[in-house]
């Protein structure tokens, strides 16, 4: 690093010229990536995936969308099908797909006076990140209403019902990424100008605006390989702002403490390399799925952070010269002492409450929500009332599509006589359409659709919504530990080798896995229980956490939450090869990163809480979980139970046997000559 530092500063002006210029390419890049981008996305290999296009291609509605449910109560004297008209036109108008009693004749569409319908809209985009979110936007609702009740007999009511219209999340706009990101660039002012106190709160700010446009080159390039999505271009700016100003934020600091650029760069720049490292062997969870818009959102974390470092290391030392240093703050190094001398008290009180919040995590609901979740009220609660009321069960709601190929006979038959099946009918030649007893999102209505599954003859392809997103939870995370296995072997030796301990990075992957669990906890408190969701940010949840949530939170933050270890530790690191013991080196550690990661924490907070700001709720949901994650990384556990931990183990934390340095050809490491500047 000392070298890399020295080179620039040598070269300066070609070094400034060739920031311009990729500064320039950046936007050029920018530029010819919007156009490319992808608004679809797709699931190759899922075979409800595969079934749902079929379904689409063939029909033009259908496959993964869920059905609105419009349903009529009757007059006293009024047969069913006189309602017949009102549906019809709905099909008419919309181009609908419209099943229900009147082209049917399948009686049971009506229970007494009650009598419903399964209206699926024209195509619709397969795409978008793979979760669970009910009610983005208004859909047909509001349009089917108003087709149908000037058709309807006289003293008729209409409700249209269905999981979207049970929804109170709908994507409500939000901010849009530009608003954001000023939300983002605001806030990381705010908490530079409080560390800093000067005109340098503006470097690292300098740094990241400078790291962003230069990412987009490398995610033309990427584009040339893998798509690139949408949502890419709307999280990765917000994700690449935190960290390239977090990334700045440790070197510059790590200058003002040292007075001198190349000592910075060769303690702060090594970090920075490993926590780069590190975020990148995170966001490998993300690349190795078959999901195209997790190998984006992966590739395109994996560029910007690798830019961010890059710009960084080569940048800031043209910005900083020689400079006297900053007298350190008292305020972390009391703290350090006082966990240091109440460590067993600290250390079970914060493994505690991680504990707490993973145990809560196990009930994670991945699945599709229920009605049981949805809103007490309104419209489309009042058609499920009258649903419940006629003896029609609300799995009506979650009802999906098989195709039925050319030749193939027997199979409405053979699904009728399953148990968990109310009703099947042919609404369109070829294509059968299954209303199961219980709710898609119910265990009993998930082994609905398997025992659906396993009567099928082969070659016929059931489809549908919850189909489709229980083969993505199957496939995602029937292979997430042997991804964990991976990424933590891959960390260990990394660690192993930068720390020359075989001690530390056990504990460093231990943490990491319970702050993964504790914000997992979290967010089930905060989605799926409901507790406070609605008062902070004025959403109702849905009772349930989208299918992607846990594999991309983990991404995201196993990098991050590393990123912070590495620099705790490396500073740990350093002090205990000067002084030989671990208090003095806990202590250190804490009081010269304490403020520093918090404000780093602080940054990528914000980042995440805009992001979180209005929009989809499936995207508020993910940006929450990570920047609570963020917040109990950098508090929790890294300003409580590292330390502990560390003080607990004592001597061995630096633990090293001969056979393992050898395995990893670790040489321990002799002193060296300060840097000079």
Not at 640 to 662: D, I, R, S
């Amino acid at each position: 690093m000392e070298k890399l530092s020295r080179y620039v500063l040598a070269h300066k002006r070609l070094v400034g010229w060739l920031t311009v210029v990729a500064v320039l390419l950046g936007g050029g890049a920018l530029a010819l990536l919007l156009p490319n981008v992808s608004e679809r996305n797709a699931y190759p290999g899922l075979p409800g995936y595969e079934a749902n296009q079929k379904i689409l291609e063939t029909y033009g509605t259908g496959g993964y969308e869920r059905p609105y449910v419009p349903v009529v109560t009757l007059a006293d004297g009024v047969a069913a099908e006189d309602a017949g008209q009102a549906f019809d036109a709905v099909a008419q108008r919309t181009g609908s797909r419209v099943a229900a009693y009147a082209n049917t004749g399948d009686a049971r569409f009506v229970s007494g006076r009650t009598t419903f319908g399964l209206v699926f809209g024209g195509p619709v985009e397969q795409g978008g990140i793979p979760g669970s979110a009910l009610g983005e936007g208004a859909g047909l609702g509001p349009e089917i209403e108003r087709i149908m009740r000037p058709l309807l007999p006289p003293g008729s009511t209409l409700h249209v019902t269905g999981l979207d219209q049970l929804a109170t999340g709908a994507d409500t706009g939000g901010l849009n990424v530009p608003v954001k990101l000023l939300v983002t660039v605001g806030a990381a002012i705010l908490v530079l100008v409080w560390v800093f106190r000067s005109a340098l709160a503006f470097v690292p700010l300098l740094t990241a605006l400078i790291a962003l446009p230069v990412s987009f080159i490398g995610l033309l390039l990427a584009s040339l390989v893998i798509e690139i999505h949408e949502t890419t271009l709307t999280m990765i700016p917000l994700f690449g702002l935190g960290i390239a100003v977090d990334y700045a934020l440790i070197l510059v600091a790590r200058w003002r403490e040292e007075g001198c650029v190349h000592r910075a760069m060769a303690t702060a720049g090594r970090a920075i390399v490993f926590s780069s490292v590190a975020v990148a062997i995170g966001l490998l969870a993300m690349i190795v799925l078959p999901v195209p818009i997790m190998r984006s959102l992966g590739v395109g974390g994996m560029i910007v952070s690798a830019t961010s470092a890059l710009v960084s290391l080569t940048v800031l030392p043209l910005l900083l010269r020689k400079a006297k240093p900053e007298k350190q703050s008292t305020v972390w190094e009391k703290w350090a002492r006082t966990v240091v001398k109440h460590r067993w008290f600290a250390l079970i009180a914060s493994v505690g409450v991680l504990a707490a919040l993973s145990v809560a995590a196990l009930g994670i609901n991945l699945n599709v929500p229920t009605t049981d979740n949805l809103a007490h009220s309104g419209s489309g609660h009042d058609g499920l009332v009258e649903l419940a009321d006629a003896g029609i069960p609300s799995g009506v709601m979650t009802a999906f599509d098989v195709y039925v190929p050319p030749g193939e006979t027997g199979v409405d038959g053979i699904l009728r006589a399953l148990p968990g099946v109310y009703a099947v009918v042919e609404s369109r030649d070829g294509l059968l359409t299954v209303l199961p007893v219980d709710e898609g999102g119910s265990d009993p209505g998930k082994d609905t659709i398997r025992q659906v599954r396993a009567a099928v003859p082969d070659g016929v392809l059931v489809g549908g919504n919850v189909t489709q997103q229980m083969d993505y939870v199957d496939a995602t995370y029937s292979a997430f530990p042997w991804m964990l296995g991976l990424i933590a072997l891959v960390t260990f030796v990394m660690l192993a080798r930068a720390f020359r301990s075989i001690v530390l990075p056990l504990k460093a992957i231990a943490m990491n896995l319970l702050s993964l669990g504790a914000v997992l906890g979290a967010t089930v408190v905060l989605w799926q229980w409901g507790w406070g969701t609605e008062a902070l940010l004025g959403i109702q949840p849905d009772g349930a956490v989208g299918t992607f949530i846990p594999v991309t939170v983990f991404a995201f933050l196993y990098g991050l939450s590393m990123d912070y270890e590495v620099f705790i530790l490396a500073r740990m690191r350093e002090e205990y090869d000067r002084t030989g013991s671990t208090t003095g080196a806990v202590v250190h550690g804490i009081s010269r990163t304490g403020r520093l990661v918090t404000s780093a924490a602080l940054i990528l907070f914000f980042s995440f809480a805009s992001m979180a700001g209005g929009g989809e709720l499936d995207v508020a949901i993910f940006a929450s979980a990570v920047g609570l994650g963020i917040l109990i990384d950098a508090t929790l556990i890294r300003s409580v139970l590292l330390p502990a931990a560390v003080a607990t183990l004592g001597k061995w934390n630096w633990w090293l046997p001969e056979w393992a340095a050898t395995s990893l050809r670790v040489r321990e490491r002799g002193s060296t000559a300060e840097p000079t500047c």
